[in-house]
């Protein structure tokens, strides 16, 4: 199975940016969907963004289209999270996870907070 690490999370003021980075190891990267997941406190986790395998096609939750942007690069087993104009609503736990037909693998998460 795939193992996945993300880093790239911290605290950053209302309007700031942030890079997220998801490295996968264990299996050939290009077999996964990528994306990721977010939980703030009190709240279920919900789906922020997803790649293809081939990165042709990206899909984001209408809370974050326009600001976030998902990427991957297979030569380096890893995929990104671009965060721009964070918002206070945007602080959360942040999760990686990877999809191979009906099986989910997930990162242990990284927190980002934004200040307001």
């Known amino acids: 199975q795939v193992q996945l690490v993300e880093s790239g999370g911290g605290l950053v003021q209302a309007g700031g940016s942030l890079r997220l980075s998801c490295a996968a190891s264990?299996?050939?990267?290009?077999?996964?969907?990528m994306g990721w997941f977010r939980q703030a406190p009190g709240k279920e986790r919900e789906f922020v963004a997803a790649?293809?395998?081939?990165?042709?096609?990206?899909f984001y939750a209408d809370s974050v289209k326009g600001r976030f942007t998902i990427s991957r690069d297979s030569a380096k087993s890893t995929v990104y999270l671009q965060m721009n104009s964070l918002k206070a609503e945007d602080t959360a736990v942040y999760y990686c996870?990877?999809?191979?037909?009906?099986?989910?693998?997930w990162g242990q998460g990284t927190q980002v907070t934004v200040s307001s």
């Open positions: 264990g299996q050939t990267f290009t077999d996964y969907i």
């Open positions: 790649i293809s395998r081939s990165a042709i096609r990206s």
């Open positions: 996870y990877a999809r191979r037909g009906s099986f989910d693998y």
